[in-house]
Structure formats: C-alpha cells, structure tokens
C-alpha cells in the first residue's frame, strides 16, 4: 500500500507564500504522474498542477504564474510553491497520484488546509 501525507499548509496573509509538501511512503512504486488538488468549501475538487515523469508540468489557469509544482530526484516527494496567494486560494489541497496514462487518481492523501487572508 502507498500512503500520501501532505505538509506545508497553514494561515497566511494575501499576498505571501507557502509550500506545500508531499511525501510518498509504503511500498516502491513509480508514479506516472503527481498532482496537487484542491477543494473549497461547497466547491468540487480541483487540479491545481501536476506533474508527468518528474519533468512535464501543467498548471490551472487560475495558479498559472503563481504556482510551482516540483519533484524530488527520488520521485518520492512532490512540492507545490505557491507565491502571491489570495484568498480564492482557500482551499484543502491534497496531493495525488497515477501510476499510469490510463489509471485514474489512485491514491490520495489526507488533505492540507490553506487558509489565506484578506
């Protein structure tokens, strides 16, 4: 089994920044992509960036600019750098991941809350 556990999150004025941490642990598995979600209350869940093989990168048009999504060589943890944050950013962010192109979402992790004031 692989377990998810995101980090990172918290309370921060307009404006500044946080980033959130992704850690994968059980099992070795490669993952085929990583991505980070979010969900704001009475909202359906989002992807908010991703990454395929370490490298390919994909952001939402809301994030674009603002948000960094990254990997470590290992593959084994997954970063999110979120600069300028405002708050329609308020958000549980979750990370994710695939095993392969045509796998769903497989595993999931707990969820991080990013609360950011005005």
């Known amino acids: 089994q692989v377990q998810l556990v995101e980090s990172g999150g918290g309370l921060v004025q307009a404006g500044g920044s946080l980033r959130l941490s992704c850690a994968a642990s059980g099992r070795p598995f490669h993952s085929y992509a990583m991505g980070w979600f979010r969900q704001a209350p009475g909202e359906e869940r989002e992807l908010v960036a991703d990454?395929?093989?370490?490298?390919?990168?994909n952001y939402a048009d809301s994030v674009n600019g603002r948000f960094t999504v990254s990997q470590d060589s290992a593959e084994s943890t997954v970063y999110l750098q979120m600069n300028n944050l405002k708050p329609e950013d308020t958000a549980v962010y979750y990370c994710?991941?695939?095993?392969?192109?045509?796998?769903?979402?497989?595993?999931w992790g707990q969820g991080t809350q990013v609360t950011v004031a005005s």
């Open positions: 994710a991941a695939r095993l392969s192109a045509f796998d769903m979402w497989t595993y």
């Open positions: 990454i395929i093989g370490g490298g390919r990168t």
